[in-house]
């Protein structure tokens, strides 16, 4: 793997995936307290986790390794949108609330598909 300088915490996907994550929190913190240990939990734990991978990934001293959590936080991205998905069809979840959660997986997970193709190129 190509030496690297920095800090995963320099990674702009990085970056998006923790503002996504805090915007989660908050827009669930209106969310009914009957869904806590439901949707509302389940939401959160892949929120945080799309994060917690590239981290964890950037850790790993095998690119093969770090290409695989990067593949962990696009499952993780994918399983967060179709939550919120599921949140705002059944009404937890405004549709202003879901649209702007949705559009920033999306701007993430065109960042991590970035990443892995340079990684896969490198």
Do not use: C
Not at 11 to 17: F, G, I, P, S, T
Not at 54 to 65: K, M, W
Not at 106 to 114: A, I, N, T, Y
């Amino acid at each position: 793997m190509t030496e690297r300088t920095g800090s995963y915490k320099d990674l702009v996907v990085w970056q998006q995936a923790m503002d996504l994550a805090v915007a989660v929190y908050g827009a669930t913190r209106s969310w009914p307290k009957e869904e806590l240990y439901g949707l509302t939990s389940q939401v959160l734990r892949a929120a945080t986790s799309v994060p917690a991978n590239i981290a964890e990934g950037y850790g790993r001293e095998v690119r093969g390794s770090y290409q695989q959590f990067l593949r962990i936080a696009q499952g993780s991205l994918k399983e967060l949108e179709t939550q919120l998905l599921i949140a705002e069809r059944v009404g937890i979840a405004p549709r202003t609330t879901a649209t702007s959660l949705l559009a920033s997986t999306e701007s993430v997970g065109k960042l991590l598909r970035l990443l892995i193709r340079k990684l896969a190129a490198d």
